[in-house]
């Protein structure tokens, strides 16, 4: 049954799916196609030139595509110690179908499959980095999959409170929603406070103090939750929402190399005791 919260004529005021064409192989990685359950055709772009490195698996904002990120995320995950893969959500761009909360969910877990199928030896270590939006399917995919090669979590400019977000986002009254059994779903499936509370991983939170999109205390709140897993609160001046990464490029990428390192020290030690 699908679910309230997926729904067309709401996720038609959540999402923002971009159009574009199928990726090609290029110095900076190649293309992966995935599938949901449903067959649901998902495309990943996949940049290893590191061997060894651990894998940044990047869930990109809303209104974004994987070719969007290319000019600079590739050299960035370099600069932190990092390969990086990419993925987009089902509508968008290089993906079939159309965006659902549940269906983004689920792409954000099929890209991550794709990487723990690989060899231990090409992946020692995925760090889940979720922007925006994708910060949602960034918490609940490393709160599903606990296990020693799943070493870190960033949230940039992260959702901590969706039913908020959807108060702002979705004209209940004009679309004749019941506003209460939407956010009694939304609460059943995407309690944010307790599926941080799951996470046994470092956790990175990056937030700009303006952001009007989604105000800082999203991230405080992160902050607060993530307790003793907290590696970092890193809290901007510069930059809104949609700057925030250009205009604080060299702190971004420091703090990314430290949650890098610190997911494998992770991953050394998850494999010294195996």
């Not at 005021?13 to 190649?30: A, I, K, N, T, V």
């Not at 059943?188 to 205390?217: C, M, N, S, Y």
């Amino acid at each position: 049954m699908t679910k309230l919260y997926d729904r067309p004529e709401i996720c038609r005021h959540c999402f923002y799916p971009q159009p574009g064409r199928q990726l090609d192989r290029s110095d900076l990685g190649e293309p992966v196609v995935l599938a949901l359950a449903d067959g649901t055709r998902i495309g990943g772009f996949w940049c290893h030139p590191s061997p060894d490195a651990p894998t940044l698996l990047y869930l990109h904002g809303n209104g974004e595509r994987i070719a969007d990120q290319l000019e600079t995320w590739p050299s960035w995950a370099q600069r932190a110690g990092a390969n990086i893969f990419f993925v987009d959500y089902p509508g968008y761009a290089t993906s079939a179908g159309s965006p659902t909360l549940s269906g983004c969910c689920q792409a954000a877990q099929v890209a991550l499959d794709f990487l723990l199928a690989r060899d231990g030896d090409q992946v020692p270590a995925i760090i889940v980095v979720g922007r925006s939006i994708g910060s949602l399917f960034a918490l609940d995919v490393v709160a599903r999959n606990p296990g020693p090669r799943l070493s870190g979590l960033a949230l940039e400019s992260g959702i901590a409170d969706l039913c908020q977000r959807l108060a702002v986002w979705v004209p209940h009254h004009q679309l004749a929603i019941d506003r209460p059994a939407l956010e009694a779903a939304v609460a059943a499936d995407f309690d944010q406070r307790a599926k941080l509370g799951r996470v046994e991983v470092p956790v990175l939170v990056l937030h700009t103090e303006r952001d009007a999109i989604v105000p800082i205390w999203h991230g405080e709140q992160f902050a607060a939750w993530a307790g003793s897993h907290l590696l970092r609160f890193v809290r901007f001046e510069a930059g809104d929402h949609n700057t925030i990464q250009l205009f604080n490029e060299g702190t971004y990428v420091a703090a990314l190399a430290d949650l890098v390192n610190a997911a494998r020290g992770r991953a050394s030690g998850c494999a010294a005791r195996r």
